[in-house]
């Protein structure tokens, strides 16, 4: 009964390396999202994607990330060149895909950049 | 800006008591959901109101919707220590292929036994 599973629960990076936190959906599901939670802070929407399209970025910045979800594999969030304000948990969620279907979050990934 | 507003911001009860949240938000809505977040963990879906749904039903939850006010609330009813945790609301606009859920800043419930 695999939920999603997100992957590295903690990742440490030094300021300009590059950060890869991976996301498999649960079995069944075809609609990844990515979001992103600051402390105290609500969840951020940054990606929308299906298997090999990104349907909505608009909550992604325009440098340094990227997001995919090829047809094999799971999802992987891409940073590139990582800063301190990117320090954050990064929580993957996936759905069906079926009007309101609720979404099935991972326990996330903290990213901590040094 | 935040489609969903929580209020309070933190809630403390003591255990057996009723805890209300409510939610605001902005623009028209396809569906609301909440959440639950435990401590260092990811959300967990509660219950799911269509915008022509006023009122919903789960266990101990009871949830309204009011479209009219733009504003939802959760009652979670005889509460436990176990219930300690942050709520979000979220709504659901289905544009086409879209289905994103936009997330409020969520309310902190501390249930005291």
């Known amino acids: 009964n695999a939920g999603v599973m997100q992957n590295p629960r903690h990742l440490v990076r030094r300021r300009g390396q590059e950060a890869r936190l991976r996301c498999s959906p649960m079995?069944?599901?075809?609609?990844v999202y990515w979001y992103r939670q600051l402390p105290e802070e609500g969840l951020k929407f940054m990606v929308y994607?299906?298997?090999?399209?990104?349907?909505?970025e608009s909550g992604m910045p325009k440098e340094r990330f990227s997001a995919e979800f090829p047809k094999e594999g799971p999802s992987i969030l891409r940073i590139q060149q990582v800063v301190r304000g990117d320090s954050a948990a990064y929580f993957c969620?996936?759905?069906?895909?079926?009007?309101?279907?609720?979404?099935?979050f991972g326990n996330g990934t903290r990213l901590t950049v040094t | 800006s935040q489609q969903g507003e929580e209020d309070p911001q933190a809630l403390s009860i003591q255990e057996g008591e009723n805890a209300t949240m409510n939610c605001s938000y902005k623009t028209s809505i396809n569906n609301l959901q909440w959440y639950r977040q435990n401590s260092g963990r990811g959300l967990v879906h509660l219950i799911l109101i269509r915008s022509n749904e006023r009122e919903k039903h789960s266990g101990r939850l009871r949830v309204t919707l009011d479209t009219s006010k733009k504003s939802s609330s959760l009652l979670i009813t005889a509460s436990r220590a176990a219930d300690t945790a942050s709520y979000f609301c979220?709504?659901?606009?289905?544009?086409?292929?879209?289905?994103?859920?936009?997330f409020g800043k969520g309310i902190t419930l501390s249930v005291r036994p």
């Open positions: 979220a709504t659901g606009d289905w544009t086409g292929a879209n289905s994103k859920l936009t």
């Open positions: 969620a996936s759905s069906p895909g079926a009007p309101n279907s609720p979404l099935h």
């Open positions: 079995k069944g599901h075809s609609h």
């Open positions: 994607l299906q298997k090999e399209n990104i349907i909505d």
